[in-house]
């Protein structure tokens, strides 16, 4: 992962915790309305992909166990992972893109009532996302997928050369070389792997995406509500379809890139086809990122924009993320595909302890607070939901009381301890085993292994009847609480 020049070191900041009194009469353990829902306090542990699924995404018992162990600390919703819409391979990521998938998610919406007594509200992240390949053998990718064209064979002075001879004289040439005469696109395909666009509109299944991707999100919608969850997110962050339709990068002609206008199109016709599905009485919101931070994407200006449209057309929610993208991604080795972590962009997403001066908590807040500003300046009341780095009580709740978001998100610190909830409120914070932000966990997941925190996947692997990884060598899940 990229990491800031400067390399320092941070630790967590929990602060004081509160004592069961003040925890009750805190704005963080207080019910926010999500939409027709009510959630019991607000917080919530966004979606984090832990790569149980099977590899036909189906749901697990270790899917299962995972999000009724996030449920057995109560917080006031969960956001099961981002689950694909198409019903195609995807490797161990849950899928929602026929009925048969339904059955599985009921026992796991059903797990994590039973965990929580009813209190906390589970909903599914529903994505959709293009196809990227294995950065290619370069010979192999010279030999067999270089399509040659005329430029190649004007740029080598060739003129008339068969592809196979262009191909060969290719093979002979240094790197340099190389990089000098290939398109862009094709250097990337060659160096990192081959990667769909939006824009690539000569293609037909990316031209009719803006036909197709309704319908496939309301399919899955309708199968949402159907397996009990109690709403959905729309995945519109980070490197996916619609993240892309929505970037300042996206320059279709056809209606649905270039202005402003025309890129939030097609997210909010997904939204009103996934309205229609599921009913007015569902909750239904997006993720979407504050900033992109890459080169030429959309910044904090353009997300206001974004968030005050999704608020007009009626989302229930809004949940802010940063970066996340292919565009600044660290190059793959050959045979594996490239990642929207590992660059800069990456790092804002997930901020690791190694950072800058600024540090690894609450990155995403000042545009986060600018987002929701301009959502209540257009006049609406859209609950905003903001993550990124915390861990603390003080912190959490200093957000809330200053007016700077409606829900607090907990991804790792969730994953660190799902406890964090309950410890919390019932005025054992000191109890909280805290994050160390040292992204052990996002690596795991970068690699598509199971992932679980360093802090307790060691712990107690004795304990009769745990799951564990494949290997057998970590738990996955943490011990429970002991609360003496
Ligand atoms: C292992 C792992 C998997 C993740 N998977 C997703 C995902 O499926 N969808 C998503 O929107 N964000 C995903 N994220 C990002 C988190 O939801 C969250 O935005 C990020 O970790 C920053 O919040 P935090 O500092 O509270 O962890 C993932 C993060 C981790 C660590
Ligand atoms: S492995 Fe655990 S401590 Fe490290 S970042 Fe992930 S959740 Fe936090």
């Known amino acids: 992962m990229w990491r800031p020049p400067?390399?320092?070191?941070?630790?967590?900041?929990?602060?004081?915790?509160?004592?069961?009194?003040?925890?009750?009469?805190?704005?963080?353990?207080?019910?926010?309305?999500?939409?027709?829902?009510?959630?019991?306090?607000?917080?919530?542990i966004p979606a984090m992909v832990p790569w149980r699924a099977t590899d036909e995404g189906f749901v697990t018992?270790?899917?299962?166990?995972?999000?009724?162990?996030?449920?057995?600390?109560?917080?006031?919703?969960?956001?099961?992972?981002?689950?694909?819409?198409?019903?195609?391979?995807?490797?161990?990521?849950?899928?929602?893109g026929d009925d048969r998938f339904i059955p599985g998610l009921k026992r796991m919406t059903d797990a994590v009532r039973e965990a929580s007594g009813g209190e906390t509200k589970v909903f599914i992240q529903l994505i959709d996302f293009l196809s990227i390949r294995r950065r290619p053998d370069p010979v192999k990718f010279i030999e067999r997928f270089l399509m040659i064209t005329d430029r190649y064979r004007e740029a080598l002075g060739m003129p008339g050369a068969s592809d196979d001879a262009v191909?060969?004289?290719i093979l002979t040439m240094p790197d340099?070389?190389?990089d000098a005469i290939l398109t862009p696109r094709d250097l990337e395909s060659l160096r990192s792997g081959f990667r769909e666009r939006v824009t690539d509109v000569h293609m037909p299944h990316i031209r009719e995406l803006p036909q197709v991707l309704p319908g496939l999100f309301a399919a899955a919608g309708r199968r949402a509500r159907e397996a009990g969850f109690d709403g959905i997110e729309l995945h519109y962050a980070h490197a996916y379809t619609i993240a892309s339709f929505l970037s300042k990068l996206n320059t279709r002609e056809d209606g649905y890139g270039g202005a402003i206008e025309n890129r939030v199109r097609l997210p909010i016709e997904v939204y009103r086809e996934v309205r229609k599905a599921v009913g007015n009485d569902y909750p239904l919101g997006c993720r979407f990122l504050a900033d992109e931070i890459i080169e030429g994407g959309n910044t904090v200006e353009d997300a206001k924009v974004i968030g005050v449209e999704f608020a007009r057309a009626g989302m229930d929610f809004i949940s802010l993320?940063?970066?996340g993208k292919f565009d600044d991604a660290k190059q793959p080795k050959v045979g594996e595909a490239a990642y929207p972590y590992t660059g800069r962009s990456g790092y804002e997403c997930m901020p690791q302890y190694i950072s800058d001066d600024f540090g690894?908590?609450?990155?995403?807040?000042?545009?986060?607070?600018?987002?929701?500003?301009?959502?209540?300046?257009?006049?609406?009341?859209?609950?905003?939901?903001?993550?990124?780095?915390?861990?603390?009580?003080?912190q959490a709740e200093a957000l809330l009381a200053e007016d700077k978001a409606d829900i607090i998100g907990f991804a790792r610190q969730g994953l660190a301890d799902p406890d964090w909830f309950l410890k919390v409120k019932l005025g054992r914070g000191e109890e909280v085993i805290v994050c160390e932000y040292t992204n052990y966990c996002e690596a795991l997941d970068a690699?598509?292994?199971?992932?679980?925190?360093?802090?307790?996947?060691?712990?107690?692997?004795?304990?009769?009847?745990?799951?564990?990884?494949?290997?057998?060598?970590?738990?996955?899940?943490?011990?429970?609480?002991?609360?003496g």
């Open 360 to 394: 690894p908590f609450g990155r995403n807040i000042a545009a986060g607070v600018e987002i929701r500003k301009a959502i209540r300046a257009a006049g609406f009341k859209t609950p905003v939901v903001l993550a990124g780095g915390v861990h603390g009580f003080e």
């Open 61 to 96: 018992e270790d899917n299962i166990e995972w999000y009724a162990r996030f449920a057995t600390g109560r917080p006031g919703a969960i956001v099961v992972e981002a689950t694909g819409i198409r019903d195609v391979p995807s490797g161990p990521l849950l899928r929602i």
């Open 321 to 323: 993320s940063r970066g």
């Open 176 to 178: 340099a070389e190389v």
């Open 447 to 483: 690699h598509h292994q199971q992932v679980t925190c360093q802090l307790w996947d060691r712990k107690q692997l004795d304990e009769p009847g745990i799951r564990k990884t494949h290997d057998g060598k970590r738990r996955l899940t943490p011990p429970a609480w002991q609360r």
């Open 167 to 169: 191909r060969a004289k």
């Open 6 to 44: 400067q390399r320092i070191k941070w630790l967590p900041k929990p602060g004081t915790w509160p004592s069961a009194e003040v925890a009750a009469k805190s704005r963080l353990f207080s019910p926010v309305q999500v939409g027709p829902v009510s959630l019991a306090q607000r917080t919530w």
